[in-house]
């Protein structure tokens, strides 16, 4: 019931008349003390509630408002609420807790900005404004309205706010809490497990309830797609879908038309898992691995291998000759066919083309070219071949020359040279009659007296080259040179010499003798016969006569001349 302490009992009883008749906050009203005393200071009024076990209204709800200010009679000086300004913020006196913004109900242009006006009061039966608030010093004084609380600790659930109505409580749940005293957290749906995933939750209110909160994890090798973490809202919806799990995927492969590239997928093409083998067309060879696998972290294991094109050798072209190459892919590559021309002059000796094979190897071997040859030349009687053979004896570009003997003339032409044809420009380069024999022939030559002359002709008697050697007869010596030789001028080279009897030394005629002496080839020389005779009264003691023989000595020596007597002993002794 309500206290209007200052009022008169008519007052009274029209009070209760107000009290009882409005069906709907009949029951409300009978716990409402509404407490009227004469005026008095904020601070006194609030005392004065205290004292009496209730406290200041507070005014929480518009029912609220409408029901006090049908209630209470007018007063001049109007009432004050448990409203106050407390660190420059609007707030009610008992839970201590601000007024929210749009629960003020302040008459216009209030409040005023005035120092001091921390109080609020409301306009009970004002004729204008009726029931706004109006903020005014606390030292005023003016009527006290008191009610005893219906909120108890045990009213609602700590989720909520009791709020005091007319005559009773509510309790207003907190965002996320439902159930008469709030105490129950609104459900979320339960959540799925994701495909190739999972969650963890923690639950505050119990299994999906209100600030449940579940963090979502991906296998290896995936990819979480959306929140990873979603919260039971207030509203009992969560505040993400579930998140999905995506294959982590590889960067795709373009292999190139000239290899071939083959996967296999566990799941999508090009993801975890997938495995591609690659293997490249004929002729071209893989660089790189040829397995290649799509990891967890969405790398490939390795890099893309390439196809590259077999690669041959390069040619070098063989002497004398040049070479042409087409090449389909690359230059000396798998297909590149080359030909081989030999130059004029050369035969070509193998094959004249070859190939690149896809195991990177030519298909045959260059070729040889080959100077053609000419008819192998002899040198011509009485002369002698010299050549330049800048490719090889009697071949192409052979130059020959035929140089006569010495004393032979050229009838002819001496030079010939191995054509491109493998022919000689001149023919009769080796023709027995190209070095005729000499025209000069030398004098004939007899052999001296006594002596004799042995020749040798090569080339015709007393012709060059003939050799004639001189010899003498027994007894005689040559005096000159014994060989001469015919020479291309056609003279000898040396005279014919003499040939000389040897001489034996003078003789001397013996003491008491002379000698006389037959020389057929000169004084005392080979032949010469000299006779000694004795003067009258001596004898000759030995053989009268000596010859010069072939040696060149005496055949014995010079008697000598001895007187009579010992000749008639010898002469007696006829030893003679
Ligand atoms: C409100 O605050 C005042 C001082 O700031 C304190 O004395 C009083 O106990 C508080 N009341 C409640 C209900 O918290
Ligand atoms: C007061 O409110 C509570 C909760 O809303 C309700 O259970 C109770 O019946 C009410 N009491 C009266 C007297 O209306
Ligand atoms: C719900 O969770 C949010 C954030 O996680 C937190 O700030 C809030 O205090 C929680 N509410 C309750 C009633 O536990």
Not at 43 to 66: F, G, K, Y
Not at 120 to 149: F, L, P
Not at 447 to 472: M, R
Request: hydrophobic share 30%; proline share 7%.
């Amino acid at each position: 019931f309500i206290y209007l302490s200052s009022l008169h009992s008519r007052v009274s009883v029209s009070f209760w008349t107000v009290l009882f008749l409005p069906v709907s906050l009949r029951l409300i009203c009978s716990c409402l003390h509404c407490l009227t005393t004469p005026n008095r200071r904020w601070h006194e009024a609030r005392q004065w509630c205290h004292q009496h076990l209730s406290n200041m209204v507070t005014i929480q709800t518009p029912e609220e408002t409408d029901f006090i200010n049908n209630l209470l009679p007018f007063n001049q000086k109007y009432y004050w609420t448990g409203i106050r300004k407390v660190d420059g913020v609007w707030t009610r006196e008992g839970n201590n807790k601000t007024v929210p913004e749009d629960a003020q109900n302040w008459a216009p242009e209030e409040p005023d900005k005035i120092a001091g006006q921390d109080c609020v009061e409301i306009y009970i039966k004002r004729n204008k404004d009726t029931a706004k608030w109006n903020n005014e010093k606390c030292q005023s004084k003016k009527g006290t309205i008191c009610y005893s609380a219906s909120c108890t600790q045990d009213s609602c659930s700590a989720h909520a706010d009791c709020v005091e109505t007319v005559g009773n409580y509510t309790c207003q749940c907190h965002p996320g809490f439902h159930g008469p005293r709030c105490e129950e957290a609104i459900a979320c749906k339960p959540l799925l497990e994701p495909q190739h995933g999972s969650h963890h939750c923690f639950h505050p209110y119990g299994s999906n309830r209100f600030n449940s909160s579940c963090r979502f994890h991906c296998e290896l090798g995936f990819r979480l797609l959306g929140s990873p973490q979603l919260l039971c809202q207030t509203s009992g919806q969560w505040n993400n879908p579930v998140p999905l799990c995506q294959v982590k995927k590889c960067s795709p492969i373009f292999f190139p038309v000239t290899g071939n590239m083959t996967c296999v997928d566990t799941l999508e093409p090009f993801s975890f898992g997938s495995q591609c083998n690659f293997n490249c067309q004929e002729g071209y060879n893989l660089t790189g691995d040829s397995l290649l696998t799509c990891l967890a972290s969405g790398q490939w294991s390795k890099a893309t291998p390439t196809c590259t094109v077999v690669q041959c050798n390069s040619l070098e072209a063989p002497p004398h000759a040049s070479v042409e190459c087409q090449d389909p892919l690359e230059v000396y590559s798998y297909g590149s066919i080359c030909t081989v021309q030999c130059e004029e002059g050369f035969d070509l000796i193998g094959a004249n083309m070859t190939q690149c094979s896809s195991q990177g190897s030519w298909s045959h071997t260059l070729p040889v070219c080959q100077a053609k040859k000419c008819n192998p030349i002899n040198p011509p009687p009485h002369g002698s071949l010299s050549c330049s053979d800048p490719h090889g004896s009697f071949s192409f570009g052979s130059h020959c020359m035929t140089t006569c003997d010495e004393g032979f003339l050229l009838n002819g032409t001496a030079n010939a040279e191995c054509t491109s044809l493998g022919m000689w420009s001149y023919i009769l380069l080796d023709s027995p009659s190209l070095c005729c024999p000499p025209a000069k022939r030398c004098p004939a030559l007899n052999s001296t007296t006594y002596g004799s002359l042995f020749c040798f002709d090569p080339h015709g008697e007393f012709s060059f080259g003939s050799q004639c050697t001189s010899a003498c007869e027994e007894g005689f010596l040559l005096n000159g040179t014994a060989d001469t030789v015919c020479t291309s001028l056609g003279t000898w080279s040396a005279d014919i010499p003499h040939c000389l009897a040897k001489r034996c030394p003078t003789l001397n005629s013996p003491p008491h003798g002379s000698f006389s002496c037959y020389d057929p080839h000169g004084e005392f020389s080979f032949g010469s016969r000299c006779t000694s005779t004795c003067e009258e009264g001596f004898v000759l003691n030995g053989t009268a006569n000596t010859d010069c023989t072939s040696v060149g000595k005496w055949s014995r020596d010079v008697p000598r001349c001895l007187a009579g007597l010992i000749a008639i002993s010898v002469l007696s002794s006829g030893t003679v």
